[in-house]
């Protein structure tokens, strides 16, 4: 692998990075066009209905792109969606060379922009940077392969994993920096979800430092508080799950959206929920408590990733709230386990992150 080709393409999944947050159900794309060793052209997808990133780099090189080399973290599109395909692009504007981190895991496309510019005499490498390029299209590669959202659990928790006291009060465990980044952290994703309870508890406001994803709340009963604040503020963008049962009885703001799912062993069917929501066109969830709705995800082994804040403090008490609730495991070698763990700092408090199996 040659050096060049990694420094251009790291350059491309920097751009692709500006699309966080704004880009979905589509991947984070970034392009680079490349001549006599200079960067000449870039763009990277900002949103749907915008165009692609390859589309926007060769648009600013104009001619000359011909002979040039394109470097792009994901393989071409080939098919038809809101945009025209990128890979006719390509083809037409005399690129050479296409350098490609990872292929798309679209069925629609995967390998076949390669072999399509590989019959134009197009030299195509393919794996540069593979691993960071998979990372940063997390979500989308989850999405394509399994027709699921991609999960992310987080917590706040004291350094006995505690959330609360045994009054209730959880204001506040961790740190301003320690909530802005969890704010932060909401940007990313399409949507947050909590469990009835904390709704009571809290009146979470749920909203990211820059936008406001969609509110899901697992209610089992619909015993919800009408004046919480995201009744107020998120109507529209709020869905509640609950039993079928109770549908009808309902007096919520009309905006918020309800879907009834048949009772399974353990109330509401989270594999259901997930289901559902891809089907609805939310491609990541951001799961944010309480205890029981947390203990429930780990339990149901659906998260992808999680997040959690510890806090130096010590809680203690029997009846005060651990973090994760729920049944729980028997055994400790049922424990679910980390890997790809990283630890951060984060003004007095940890972040400890990683991928669950």
């Known amino acids: 692998m040659k050096e060049r080709d990694i420094y251009f393409m790291e350059k491309a999944i920097r751009l692709a990075k500006k699309g966080v947050g704004s880009v ?47 470097y792009v973290n994901l393989e071409p599109c ?19 060379r296409v350098v490609i981190a990872t292929k798309d895991p679209n069925p629609k496309v995967y390998g076949r922009s390669i072999k399509k510019l590989r019959d134009h005499n197009i030299e195509v490498t393919n794996g540069v940077c593979r691993d960071k390029a998979e990372k940063l299209n997390e979500v989308f590669f989850k999405n394509m392969k399994e027709k699921l959202p991609f999960v992310v659990a987080k917590a706040a928790q004291t350094l006995d994993g505690k959330i609360a006291t045994s009054l209730g009060r959880s204001k506040w465990i961790t740190t301003d920096k320690s909530r802005n980044f969890s704010r932060k952290l909401r940007d990313k994703y399409d949507a947050v979800l909590i ?9 979470p406001k749920l909203n990211g430092l820059k936008k406001k994803p969609y509110k899901i709340i697992i209610s089992s009963s619909l015993d919800l508080p009408k004046n919480s604040y995201i009744f107020k503020n998120s109507a529209d963008k709020i869905i509640i799950f609950t039993l079928s049962k109770l549908k009808t009885k309902s007096n919520l703001p009309k905006p918020v959206k309800i879907f009834a799912l048949k009772e ?6 989270l594999k259901q929920v997930l289901r559902k929501l891809y089907s609805y066109g939310i491609m990541s969830v951001f799961v944010e408590g309480g205890s029981y709705t947390l203990g429930r995800f780990f339990e149901e082994k659906i998260v992808d990733k999680v997040y959690f804040f510890i806090a130096p403090k010590i809680c ?8 994760v609730g729920a049944a729980g495991v ?15 700092k984060i003004d007095e408090d940890i972040l400890i992150r990683g991928y669950l199996k």
Do not use: W
């Not at 945009?83 to 005399?94: E, N, Q, R, V």
């Open 264 to 269: 399974a062993k353990k109330g509401i069917s």
């Open 24 to 70: 979905s159900p589509n991947p984070l794309v970034g392009a680079v066009v490349v001549k006599n060793n200079k960067i000449i052209s870039e763009g990277f997808h900002k949103k749907p209905g915008l165009a692609h990133a390859e589309a926007e780099a060769l648009e600013k090189a104009g001619i000359y792109a011909q002979k040039a080399v394109l």
């Open 330 to 344: 028997k055994k400790i070698e049922k424990c679910l386990k980390l890997q790809k763990v990283k630890i951060k």
């Open 195 to 203: 469990g009835a309870e904390t709704l009571r508890k809290d009146n």
């Open 78 to 96: 080939c098919h038809f969606g809101r945009m025209p395909p990128c890979l006719d692009k390509i083809i037409k504007a005399g690129i050479k």
């Open 316 to 323: 203690g008490g029997e009846n005060s709230i651990t973090s």
